[in-house]
């Protein structure tokens, strides 16, 4: 099967959505399909440095990535625009990543001009929570554009059954949804650097009790409610120490800090920025627990990576794969309340709750539902189904 995936762009500063598309590709490309991604150079405001003049060949994908426009922000450039003219046609199936942007309007287009079924992931861009947010702008792009997009894929792809629940109860899609979670390399997490390594690093740790978020820095994450726990749990326990990984954006990180400062216990949280490869893992090696009290999470990898490093994790129940974790007893969920988060750490640190329980419940719970070969093969049989439709 030929396979293309089109998406804004791989910069690492975007999180999840990037490293989703490229490992998925990855994944598909191992099951023996000829497997493309189409794409630009951005990253954040700067540019990557990667070849536009010719493909490149990655763990068996064929990676294409086009010069950014003047429109970054909408993610707008001519070349990738002219490729997926030109070459669409040659793919029997396309998933286009995230709505709102530049590739996906022209993708979606050449795909009903061409004929060739394709399949949108949303991202969580969907979520009424999202939406709420710049409404009238959405709304006129919706029906000047999105909804067309939408209406005539050949599926819609989300990553939790909470995430398409969401969405089909709150607008009326003609396309059907089709449910595949996302996934981890699980080799990648099976030798974590040596524990230590990390607060070594960052000395102002000690030998205190690690909270560790990860992710972007940003409104939705519920670093809000966060920076409010922390104060109430740090003015409580002097063994204690928040980490918080991840890029700034758009500023966002000026505000938890004053947060923090307002709670009076900024000098007892350290921020790394984004940490990569080994890094990363020696902070998850490290920490004693993960916290994401996001107000909406369509999916949320960095608690799957947690749990593959044996963490114990605490969520809000709108980090869309919540049920499965709270079946699998791998870690918390709580509502979108500081004091409920607050007293949910507690527990850990008390060990009320057994982490170590948690922690082994949770690599358990990867291993049987958030591998990339399991989700590879599900989302294979999803384009097959809908190539079976079209002939």
Known sequence: MRIQHVIANLSPERGGPPKAAM?????????????SLYTTNADGHSILDVPTDRPVLVDGVTIRYFPIGRFRRWGFSG???????????GFDVVHIHSLYLFHNFV?????????????????GTLDPFLRRKSRLKKAV??????????????????????EMDLVHSALTIRAPGVVVPLGLDVDEYATLPTRGT???RFPEIGNKFIVLFLGRLNFKKGLDL????????????QDVHLVIVGPDEDGYGCRVQSWLADEGVAGRVTFTGMLRGQDKLAAFADADVFVLPSYTENFGIAVVEAMACGLPVVISNKVNIWREIAQAEAGLVVNCDSGELANALLKIMDTTEDPKRLGANGKILVQDRFTWDSAAKQMLRAYENILEDVL
């Open 107 to 123: 993708a979606a287009h050449y795909c009903r001009r061409y004929g060739i079924p394709y399949l949108m992931r949303p991202h």
């Open 23 to 35: 490992e998925m590709s990855r994944a598909l490309a191992r099951l023996g399909h000829e497997v």
């Open 198 to 200: 990390f607060r070594a």
């Open 141 to 162: 792009y919706n029906v000047l554009i999105e909804k067309r997009n939408l209406d005539n894929a050949a599926a819609i792809h989300y990553t939790s059954q909470d």
């Open 226 to 237: 966060l920076t409010r726990a922390y104060g109430t749990i740090a003015r409580r326990r």
């Open 79 to 89: 070349p990738l625009g002219k490729a997926l003219r030109a070459d669409i046609h």
